[in-house]
């Protein structure tokens, strides 16, 4: 699938791999296994890999696509591109010289603005930290694999079109994987908290350096392995959103509340995808709902909670308190402009 794109925060969809594996619990109803399965049904030859049966994405191993790389060279409308909806570019099966020449391109179409995402936050921080331009590090290589693309070179690390972010669906998962990205050389950094599985309070995903301390909205830091001296910014996005399918977790519009109001107090992004299967109904319970009903957030004085009902992803849609939230972070094609004093 490397076509235009119904996903909210995005426009287009770029798979130069195919394949994954769950490993936490917001991969359990994982929709790229479902729809890697029609594809293999349908002929896909990205999808025929047979493999390990717990595999999600293709379901059927990593590989590596050589044959689409090129593909971004092609688009001339500037677009923003998620790369790998069906799979995840810092997956352990995807070999250090490859995903360089992903970045290459990346660094050769300075047009497009690249969104990554990942779970594997220890294996991209420990990459694109290696080093810097000169020293022989993932930097270098990257400028190595551009010159099958492109006649031009690299001449700034991080690379400005791109965002790099984790996924975070819930407090434990954001207290492991908030501190390696911020920790990682990004132009822009950015969170998934979807499917959001419980509350997170982002002042505990701490990025601790020396004496200075800051969470994951405010953190002031330097990049690790020396590439960067300059004092930069902590998180400039975080997207939301609840679970759908037919086996979807309810979500309490409580966790998606606090994610927002922490986000406008800290003047960060903030971008709701949707409610997910369940919606608020306006009513307020007290004690046992049946199996389409549950009660959500904190009792009030009385004890009673707000009632939320099963109602599907599209009648419960994407407004949170009666609109929608659709910030995006400013691409910064300057980097000094996130520099601190």
């Given at each position: 699938m490397d076509a235009m794109t119904t996903i909210e925060w995005t426009q287009r969809t770029w798979n130069p791999t195919t394949g994954c594996d769950r490993l936490s619990p917001g991969c359990d109803s994982c929709y790229a296994l479902t729809m890697a399965r029609r594809l293999k049904a349908m002929g896909n030859l990205k999808y025929q890999r047979d493999g390990d049966p717990r595999t999600s994405g293709p379901g059927f191993g990593v590989s590596a696509h050589e044959d689409v790389l090129g593909l971004p060279l092609r688009w001339r409308k500037p677009t923003r591109i998620f790369v790998n909806s069906m799979?995840?570019?810092?997956?352990d099966g995807v070999p250090d010289e490859f995903v360089a020449q992903v970045f290459a391109v990346m660094a050769a179409t300075p047009h497009h603005t690249f969104q990554l995402l990942t779970k594997r936050h220890g294996r991209m921080r420990s990459l694109l930290s290696r080093g810097s331009l000169g020293t022989e590090g993932f930097p270098d290589m990257v400028e190595e694999a551009m010159a099958?693309?492109?006649?031009?070179?690299?001449?700034?690390?991080?690379?400005?079109?791109?965002?790099?972010?984790?996924?975070v669906e819930d407090q434990k998962r954001a207290d492991l994987r908030i501190p390696a990205l911020l920790q990682t050389p990004a132009a822009v950094r950015f969170l998934s908290a979807e499917p959001l599985l419980g509350p997170i309070d982002l002042r505990h995903a701490v990025r601790t350096m020396g004496s200075e301390r800051g969470h994951g909205l405010t953190a002031s830091y330097a990049h690790a392995g020396g590439c960067c001296e300059r004092r930069l910014h902590g998180i400039d996005w975080v997207i939301t959103g609840g679970e759908s399918g037919p086996r979807a977790r309810p979500a309490d519009p409580n966790w998606f509340r606090s994610l927002r109001d922490q986000c406008q107090a800290a003047d960060v992004a903030y971008l709701h995808k949707q409610n997910g299967e369940w919606a608020p109904t306006g009513q307020v319970g007290l004690g046992?709902?049946?199996?389409?009903?549950?009660?959500?957030?904190?009792?009030?004085?009385?004890?009673?909670?707000?009632?939320?009902?099963?109602?599907?992803?599209?009648?419960?849609?994407?407004?949170?308190?009666?609109?929608?939230?659709?910030?995006?972070p400013t691409r910064r094609d300057d980097l000094h402009k996130h520099a601190t004093s």
């Open positions: 799979s995840d570019l810092f997956h099958e693309f492109t006649h031009a070179s690299l001449d700034h690390w991080p690379l400005r079109n791109v965002w790099l972010g984790v996924s046992c709902i049946d199996d389409r009903e549950r009660l959500a957030g904190p009792p009030d004085e009385h004890g009673f909670r707000e009632v939320i009902r099963r109602v599907g992803k599209k009648a419960a849609g994407r407004e949170l308190d009666g609109r929608t939230w659709d910030q995006y």
